[in-house]
């Protein structure tokens, strides 16, 4: 058995456009909300293990999706606090936990299956999903040893060049041990520009305590879409067709 976690509370300023003040995993691509799409993608779960933190116009996310479990971000200080504050709904539970998000309704079954897979089968504490894509995407990089095991990620800001041209990338979505993660969810700290606890900072606490943390490339192209833009819904509609019409 796994739960997961879908980050969804996001109001998306850069979507907000012709007056339209849904929250971002509402806004529709091809006629659904891209909440749809990662929910169908997560349907080999028991829709009582996936638990949805919601935020802004949170009314609009649960008039359609109100059967599944949810927790409440407010006020919303970061993706770090946003997994948090499901931690009552989420309760004694000490297994496998998928983090993912709501506005990224392109990532596949088979790549979700894939990275909960490899946590088991490699024994992680933490397991990250990684994927290739040529375009421009900013983006973590991830860096390996010479053998190819997880050496960490730097930020697409912090890249040398060199960096910059690595081609895996760090897509955000993440299989953690429960217990583990909550408890290093509880050491994070909000020293940045932005006031915010980053899940991106979980990783290496889990790594500085012992655990082991791996990668999973599982991946590639249009799947890493998450969607920010109006650009992005547009591609991301696009990516739907071709799918459909495939």
């Known amino acids: 058995m796994y739960k997961a976690i879908v980050l969804a509370a996001g109001k998306g300023t850069r979507l907000q456009t012709e007056g339209i003040s849904l929250p971002k995993v509402m806004r529709e691509a091809n006629g659904k909300p891209l909440l749809h799409y990662v929910l169908s993608n997560l349907d080999f779960l028991d829709p009582q293990d996936i638990v949805l933190v919601v935020g802004y116009h949170r009314e609009d996310v649960l008039k359609v999706?109100?059967?599944y479990p949810h927790a409440v971000q407010e006020p919303q200080l970061?993706?770090?606090?946003a997994v948090a504050v499901a931690s009552p709904v989420v309760g004694s539970y000490d297994g496998p936990i998928l983090i993912c998000y709501g506005d990224m309704p392109l990532l596949r079954r088979s790549?979700?299956?894939?990275?909960?897979?490899?946590?088991?089968?490699?024994g992680n504490v933490c397991t990250l999903l990684t994927g290739t894509c040529d375009w421009d995407l900013?983006?973590?990089?991830?860096?390996?040893?010479?053998?190819?095991?997880?050496?960490?990620v730097?930020?697409?800001r912090d890249c040398t060049p060199e960096q910059k041209a690595i081609r895996e990338l760090n897509v955000g979505v993440y299989v953690f041990d429960s217990k583990k993660m909550f408890?290093?969810?509880?050491?994070?700290?909000?020293?940045?520009?932005?006031?915010?606890?980053?899940?991106t900072d979980v990783p290496a606490i889990l790594q500085r305590e012992g655990g082991r943390v791996g990668a999973c490339c599982a991946c590639s192209g249009a799947e890493l879409i998450g969607v920010n833009t109006v650009e992005q819904l547009r591609m991301v509609e696009e990516e739907l067709t071709r799918q459909k019409n495939a």
């Open 183 to 199: 408890a290093a969810l509880g050491q994070l700290k909000n020293n940045n520009a932005q006031k915010e606890y980053y899940l």
């Open 65 to 67: 999706f109100g059967s």
């Open 111 to 122: 790549t979700y299956e894939s990275l909960l897979e490899t946590h088991v089968r490699e």
């Open 154 to 156: 730097v930020e697409d």
């Open 138 to 152: 900013p983006y973590g990089r991830i860096l390996r040893d010479e053998k190819g095991g997880f050496q960490g």
């Open 78 to 81: 970061g993706t770090g606090h």
